[in-house]
């Protein structure tokens, strides 16, 4: 049973997850194939192993994967096995071929999810998707005024500056900055930098 007092959403990022790209890059929808999947985390005081089988089965419309897995039953201790299939389903790309989806597997109050969605994620028992699990993006649970948030904007702008400037080819034109060239300041002004802007040109 979920504790109905929390008010933040659980985060994605800290759970295990499946995605239909990961499958795809190996090889899983090309034909029927068997394989696994482990996620080691290291906590730095521990390392925790976790460890699925997987298997696709490959017929038109009548595709899904299969998922095989054991959980620890914490009240007394003991393995659960887990043992279950994904629908799969596709949609057609826009310059040919089909990009693969997985159907949510989940029910809730009695009513299949159904679900067209490209990662499933492991909360309770079973994989399912972000909306029946009521998930978020870790960025999204930090305080919009708080320095883990202000960390993370900067981190972002600086990346986005440094792309900017190698792609930028002139900076000023007629003597005035272009508009690429006063994005490149707003964003390396949000990357906590310092600038002084003398004539069009960055004086740091």
């Not at 809730?108 to 490209?118: A, D, F, I, L």
């Not at 499933?120 to 994989?127: I, M, P, R, S, V």
């Not at 870790?138 to 600086?158: C, F, Q, T, V």
Request: aromatic share 14%; with cysteine; glycine share 8%.
């Amino acid at each position: 049973m979920r504790d109905n007092h929390y008010t933040k959403k659980t985060e994605k990022e800290d759970l295990l997850s499946i995605d239909v790209y990961w499958l795809n890059k190996h090889g899983y929808f090309v034909s029927s194939k068997t394989g696994g999947i482990e996620w080691v985390r290291d906590a730095g005081f521990s390392t925790t192993k976790n460890s699925i089988t997987i298997s696709t089965f490959m017929d038109g419309e009548d595709s899904y994967l299969r998922i095989m897995y054991y959980d620890r039953d914490l009240s007394n201790g003991k393995r659960i096995e887990h043992d279950y299939t994904v629908r799969l389903t596709t949609t057609p790309c826009n310059y040919g071929g089909v990009r693969w989806w997985f159907s949510c597997p989940l029910i809730t109050n009695r009513v299949p999810c159904g679900r067209r969605v490209g990662t499933l994620y492991k909360y309770d028992e079973l994989f399912g998707c972000r909306h029946c699990y009521n998930l978020t993006y870790n960025s999204r649970n930090l305080n919009s005024h708080g320095p883990e948030y202000d960390a993370i904007r900067a981190i972002k702008a600086a990346k986005a500056a440094d792309k900017l400037k190698h792609e930028m080819k002139r900076h000023t034109y007629a003597g005035v900055p272009t508009k690429k060239q006063n994005r490149y300041y707003k964003l390396y002004e949000q990357s906590s930098g310092k600038y002084v802007i003398i004539n069009g040109r960055i004086m740091l």
